[in-house]
C-alpha cells in the first residue's frame, strides 16, 4: 500500500508469516514490538485525538486506497476475514471475522467456501447477509476500488461484470438461508485469504449507494463507527456501543473513541504531540528533523521508531519517451544518491535499490546493480548512458506530494535529472489529490514520487505494482506501467504459491527482484522507519502498532 | 484666498507659509513634487534601502556564479564545505543544514535540501520583485480602464462594472487569491490568446493583479465622476472630440497623480500577497524561490535551523518598508491634501 493508500492483503498461513517478518530489520532505536496486544483489559473511556498528515483519499470503504483510510476502515468494516491485533508477525495473521471459521480451500486451490456468523448486525441495527458479501464485492469494482484488480484477476466472472457484460459476479454464491459464501477463483492464488481481508472488502448492506458516500459514510460491522465527517478536516470513529469482545473473537471492543483532525504540517503536527495538545502523531509522518532531538530528549517514553517493510521509490512510465528506453532508465538509477534523500527524511531511510523491502521473503542479498546505495552515485556513468540513449535534453515533468518530506524528495530528484542532463521541472500537488491524479492513465505522468507498504507478507503485494493486468485507467497504481512478459510470466507461477509455501519459492522472487533492478522500471531509495509517538495521556505500551495499519485505534487506552 | 497647484483652495495664513515659497516661479506639478520628495530624508533613505534590495536582487545570477558557484535549485545534500577550518556537513545525516558559513559558499547557510539560501534569497527576490511589478502593471492598467469607463460613461457602464468590482472585493484577498493559486497551479491559465502554464510566474502575478483592481478602480471611479463635470471637458465636447479622446486626453492626465501614488503602495501590497501565496503553496512552485517559499520551507525546521524563515522575513520586512515609506513619500509630495496636513 502507498504511504497515503493502504490495501490490505491477505496474510499467508502462519509459517510463512513467521517467517517473512521474522526477518525485518531493525535499528538501534526501533521497537519492533511496540508493546502490548488486544486485551479486554486496562482502563477505557475518552477520546484519543489522532492527527493525520494527509487526509484518506476516501473514507468510502469501497473506495479507500490510502493507509489513512484503512487505519479508520479495518476497525469500522470487517470482512469475512480480518487480522489480528497484536504487533509484528503475530499482528499479520489473517483470522476469522464475519466468517465463522477459516474457509475450506477445494478445487486444486480456486474453491474457497464459508459461512457467515450468524446474528451480527450493521452499526445501524441492519441484520448481516451472506449476500451483501457479492454485492460489496461488486460495489467495490464499480467504485472503482484502487486494488479491484485483486477482484477481477482473480474471482472468476468479476472481469465480465467489471466490463459490463454480466449483471452480477457468477463466481460468488451466497445463500441467506444457510449463510455460505463459496467464491470460484479463476486460477489458484495462494494469498487470496489476504485479498478477502482487505477494508475494501468490508461488508456494507445491499442496497448502499454506488456514489462516493466519504461524506456520510455507509453503515457497517466492526467495533467502530464512522461519523461527523469534515470533507479533509476531521472526522470521528466512535465506539459501536452493541459490540463486545464476545461478538467476533479476536476484534476486541474499543477503550476509547477517536476525533481525527487533519494536520498537514509536520512540523505542527509533531508539537501538537509533543505539548500534549493531541494524542497521536500519524504514523506515516515523518519527526521534522529539527525536532527530533526533543522528543527523544523529553518524551522518549512515548516515542519509538518501528521498523516499516516498505519500499519508496520513483516511478518512471514505460510508456512513454524519456522513461520507455532501457538506458535513459538505468542512468536515473546511477544518479540518485540514496544517501541524499535519507538526509531528507531525518535519516529515517534504510538506502536501498531493490524493490522488495528487507523483512519480505525475495529481498535480494547481493550486490546493487548501480553501486554500493550508502556510497555517492556514479553521475558521470549517469551521463554517459543518457548520452547514448539520444535522449539528453528531454523534458520531464516529476510530480510530487505537496507536504514535508515528499516535496524535498521531488525537488532534490529534479535536480538529480537536471544535473545528469534532462530538462526537469517539478509539479507538485495537494497531497489528497496526488495518488488520484497521477494514477489517471490520460495524464501519463513521467515520472514521481512513490511508496509502498506492505498490504500481507507476501512478494506479491509489492508485485502487483509491476503486473500489466493490474493497470487500469483510473486509479491506477501500476505508475510505471510496466508490461514485461518475462515478469508476468514469473508472477502466473508465484503467485499461485500458498502463502505457508513461500520459503519454497524463496529465490525465484530474488531472481526476479534482481531482474527488476536490472530493467530500472522504477528508481528505488528508501525502506521507511516510522514513528510511534503518543502524547502522555496515553498508555504507550499498551498501543498495539499494527505491522500493516499502524496505530491499532482499537488497542489506545488512556492511562 | 490663495489656491493651490491643483486648484482646491485653502485659506491664505496657510498659503502664507508654504514651505514652497523658495520655488522658482512657473513651476510645474512634478517638478515641485520632486522639491517637495528630495527634502523628505525618510522616504528617500527607504526608497534607497528599496533600490539596493532590487539592485542585489537583479546581480542574482553573478553572485550565483562568481561568489557561491551553486544555482538556486541545486541540492548539496551530502557535500561538506570547510568552515573555520574544519569540514562540515551542508546537511547531517540527520537532516540538519548548515547555518551561516559568513564566507562565499553557504554564507547564509543551507536549506534542508542543502540549497545555498543567499542566492535562493537573491533569485526568491527576483521572482518575488517580479510579480510584484507585472500584477501591479495589471491592477494599474486594468483599473485605469475601467475606473475611467465606469466614471466617465455612468448608467449601465458603471452598474455592470462597479458590480463586477464589489463582486471581486467581496472576497478576502489571500482566500481569494488561494483558491486561485491553487486551481491554475496544476493546469496553467489558458485564455485563447495566450496560455501560462502551472509553474509560470505569471500565474500568481495574474491572479494577484486581478484581486487588488476593485482597490484602484474605485477611487478613480470616484476621481472620474467628479472630473467628467468639470469645464475643460466641457470644452472638449463643444470643440467636437468624442468619448474616447476626452478620456483620454482630457481625463486621464488628470488622473496621473492618483496613479503615481498608488503605484508603490500596489507594488507593496502585491509582493506582501504574493509571499502569503508561495508560503500557502498557492503562489510560486517547487523548486522556484521566493520570500514566501522559502519561509514555508523554513517552518519545520525553526528549532535547528532559524535561518531559514528570518532571512527571507527580513528581506520582506525590508521591501515593503521601503516602498511603503517611500510610497508616503510620494504621495505626500503629491497629494494636495497631505501638503495642507504637512503645513499645518
Known amino acids: 500500500m502507498q504511504w497515503t493508500i493502504k490495501r490490505i492483503g491477505a496474510i499467508a498461513l502462519t509459517g510463512a508469516v513467521t517467517v517473512a517478518l521474522g526477518a525485518c530489520g531493525s535499528s538501534s532505536k526501533s521497537d ?50 480480518t487480522y489480528a491485533h497484536k504487533n509484528g508477525v503475530e499482528g499479520g495473521k489473517v483470522i476469522p471475522a464475519l466468517a465463522e471459521d477459516f474457509p475450506k480451500v477445494t478445487n486444486g486451490g480456486k474453491t ?22 457479492p454485492f460489496t464485492i461488486e460495489r467495490a469494482i464499480k467504485a472503482p476500488w484502487g486494488g479491484k484488480s485483486f477482484f477481477t484477476g482473480y474471482i472468476k466472472g468479476a472481469q465480465a461484470f467489471d466490463s459490463g457484460k454480466a449483471k452480477s459476479i457468477s463466481g460468488i454464491k451466497a445463500d441467506d438461508a444457510t449463510g455460505e459464501i463459496t467464491i470460484d477463483l479463476v486460477k489458484p492464488y495462494g494469498a487470496f485469504l489476504n485479498v478477502i481481508a482487505f477494508p475494501s472488502a468490508g461488508f456494507v448492506p445491499t442496497g448502499t449507494k454506488m456514489g462516493n458516500l466519504s461524506n456520510n459514510p455507509p453503515p457497517g460491522v466492526g467495533p467502530y463507527i464512522l461519523k461527523d465527517v469534515v470533507p479533509n478536516r476531521s472526522f470521528k470513529v466512535v465506539r459501536n456501543p452493541d459490540w463486545t469482545d464476545q461478538t467476533v473473537p479476536g476484534v476486541p471492543k474499543g477503550k476509547m473513541d477517536i476525533s481525527v483532525k487533519i494536520a498537514s504540517n509536520t512540523q505542527t503536527e509533531a508539537e501538537q504531540v509533543l505539548n500534549n495538545a493531541a494524542d497521536v502523531f500519524d504514523w506515516g509522518d515523518q519527526l521534522p528533523p529539527s525536532l527530533a532531538s526533543q522528543v527523544t530528549a523529553k518524551a522518549g517514553d512515548r516515542f519509538a521508531k518501528q521498523n516499516t517493510v516498505s519500499t519508496y521509490y520513483f516511478f518512471l512510465n514505460t510508456q512513454t519517451k524519456p522513461f520507455n528506453n532501457l ?8 544518479a540518485v544518491d540514496r544517501r541524499a534523500i535519507a538526509r531528507l527524511n531525518g535519516g529515517n531511510f534504510k538506502p536501498t535499490c531493490w524493490f522488495l523491502p528487507e523483512g ?40 510530487g506530494q505537496n507536504r514535508s518530506p515528499r516535496k524535498e524528495f521531488t525537488n532534490y ?40 507498504n506492505q498490504d500481507f507478507p507476501n512478494p506479491s503485494d509489492f508485485y502487483l505494482l509491476m503486473d500489466k493486468n493490474t493497470t487500469q485507467a483510473t486509479n491506477n497504481q501500476n505508475f510505471s506501467q510496466v508490461n514485461d512478459p518475462h515478469i508476468q510470466s514469473e508472477l502466473a507461477e508465484l ?15 530474488q531472481k526476479l527482484d534482481e531482474y527488476l533492478a536490472q530493467k530500472a522500471y522504477i528508481v528505488s531509495y528508501g525502506q521507511q522507519q516510522n514513528p510511534k509517538f503518543f502524547s502522555d495521556k496515553l498508555n504507550f505500551d499498551a498501543a498495539v502498532f499494527h505491522p500493516l495499519y499502524g496505530n491499532d485505534w482499537s488497542t489506545l487506552e488512556p492511562k | 484666498m490663495a489656491t493651490t497647484d491643483t486648484g ?49 536582487c537583479l546581480l542574482a545570477p553573478f553572485y550565483a556564479k562568481h561568489v557561491a558557484h551553486t544555482g538556486p535549485n541545486a541540492n548539496h545534500l551530502t557535500d561538506q564545505v570547510r568552515v573555520g577550518g574544519k569540514l562540515k556537513d551542508v546537511v547531517t545525516p540527520g537532516g540538519i543544514p548548515i547555518g551561516p558559513t559568513w564566507h562565499g559558499r553557504f554564507l547564509l547557510g543551507a536549506d534542508g535540501n542543502g540549497r545555498d539560501v543567499a542566492v535562493r534569497l537573491l533569485y526568491g527576490g527576483r521572482n518575488s520583485l517580479e510579480i510584484g511589478v507585472v500584477a501591479t502593471l495589471i491592477t494599474m492598467l486594468l483599473a485605469t480602464m475601467i475606473g475611467l469607463a465606469a466614471g466617465f460613461f455612468r448608467g449601465l457602464t458603471d452598474a455592470i462594472l462597479s458590480r463586477v468590482l464589489d463582486l471581486i472585493w467581496s472576497f478576502p484577498v489571500v482566500i481569494l487569491g488561494v483558491a486561485l493559486g491553487v486551481a491554475l497551479a496544476v493546469g496553467g491559465l489558458n485564455l485563447g490568446l495566450f496560455e501560462l502554464k502551472g509553474n509560470s510566474l505569471g500565474v500568481p502575478a495574474v491572479i494577484i493583479g486581478v484581486v487588488y483592481i476593485p482597490y484602484v478602480a474605485k477611487p478613480i471611479r470616484g476621481q472620474v465622476l467628479g472630473l467628467r463635470e468639470r469645464e475643460f471637458v466641457d470644452a472638449a465636447r463643444v470643440q467636437g472630440l468624442g468619448n474616447v479622446r476626452i478620456m483620454i486626453g482630457e481625463v486621464l492626465p488628470n488622473l496621473a497623480s492618483t496613479i503615481i501614488v498608488f503605484i508603490p503602495l500596489i507594488i507593496a501590497n502585491a509582493i506582501l500577497l504574493e509571499a502569503g501565496l508561495s508560503y500557502l503553496g498557492a503562489g510560486v512552485q517547487d523548486p522556484n524561490p521566493s520570500w514566501g517559499t522559502m519561509i514555508s520551507d523554513g517552518i519545520r525546521l525553526i528549532p535547528s535551523a532559524i535561518h531559514l524563515t528570518f532571512v527571507p522575513g527580513f528581506m520582506l520586512l525590508f521591501t515593503v518598508l521601503g516602498i511603503n515609506v517611500f510610497g508616503d513619500g510620494v504621495r505626500d509630495a503629491l497629494d494636495p491634501r497631505a501638503k495642507v496636513r504637512i503645513e499645518r
Open chain 1, 32 to 81: 519492533d514490538n511496540g508493546g502490548g496486544s488486544a486485551t479486554s483489559g486496562g482502563k477505557s473511556g475518552g477520546t484519543a485525538t489522532v492527527l493525520m498528515g494527509t487526509a484518506p483519499d476516501y473514507l468510502d470503504p469501497q473506495r479507500a486506497y490510502t493507509t489513512q483510510g484503512a487505519e479508520a476502515h479495518w476497525i469500522s468494516y470487517l470482512g469475512l476475514y
Open chain 1, 112 to 133: 474457497y467456501t464459508m459461512t457467515l456468523r450468524k446474528g451480527l448486525k450493521y452499526s445501524d441495527g441492519t441484520a448481516v447477509k451472506a449476500s451483501d458479501f
Open chain 1, 360 to 399: 519480505l521473503i525475495g529481498h535480494p542479498m547481493g550486490e546493487c546493480p548501480y553501486g554500493d546505495p550508502n556510497a555517492a552515485p556514479d553521475m558521470a556513468k549517469a551521463r554517459q548512458l543518457l548520452k547514448e540513449s539520444g535522449l539528453a535534453g528531454s523534458t520531464v515533468t516529476v510530480w
Open chain 1, 413 to 452: 530528484y529534479t535536480d538529480v535529472l537536471n544535473q545528469m542532463g534532462f530538462k526537469a521541472k517539478t509539479k507538485i500537488i495537494a497531497d489528497a489529490q496526488y495518488f488520484p491524479t497521477i494514477g489517471n492513465l490520460k495524464l501519463q505522468p513521467q515520472t514521481g514520487f512513490a511508496d509502498w
Open chain 1, 327 to 334: 538506458k535513459a532508465r538505468q542512468a536515473v538509477n546511477y
Open chain 2, 8 to 56: 482646491t483652495e485653502v485659506p491664505s495664513a496657510i498659503s502664507a507659509a508654504r514651505p514652497d515659497d523658495d520655488a522658482p516661479p512657473g513651476i510645474g506639478p512634478y517638478a515641485l513634487a520632486w522639491r517637495r520628495l528630495k527634502r523628505n530624508r525618510a522616504a528617500l533613505f527607504f526608497g534607497g534601502v528599496f533600490a539596493l534590495i532590487v539592485v542585489l
Open chain 1, 495 to 509: 503467485n499461485a504459491v500458498p502463502a505457508d509455501k513461500l520459503d519454497t519459492v524463496a529465490d525465484r522472487w
